[in-house]
């Protein structure tokens, strides 16, 4: 539930920078009164922390994955 939650705030993070570089507009910034005012800096602490959480879900599914290739075989009677 954590790593979902995280999930979605780093995707809003994230459009909320493509809007920036497409149209340089902030719209944290813009419904904070400026980027340093602590509701801005506060949501940003709290994407990077987002950020920083989504990275276990990168990991874990890198490791699903090669779980998924391993073949057991089971040794052979002499």
Known sequence: ????????????????????GLFSYDVVAQFADGH????ARFFYII??????ISLGLLF??????KM????V???EEV
């Open 1 to 20: 539930m954590v790593q979902k939650l995280a999930l979605a705030i780093t995707i809003i993070g994230a459009l909320n920078w493509g809007v920036v």
């Open 73 to 75: 075989t089971e040794p």
């Open 47 to 52: 994407v990077g922390i987002s950020g920083l």
């Open 60 to 65: 874990d599914t890198i490791q699903e994955t």
């Open 68 to 71: 998924e290739h391993v073949n």
């Open 36 to 39: 340093a005012q602590p509701f």
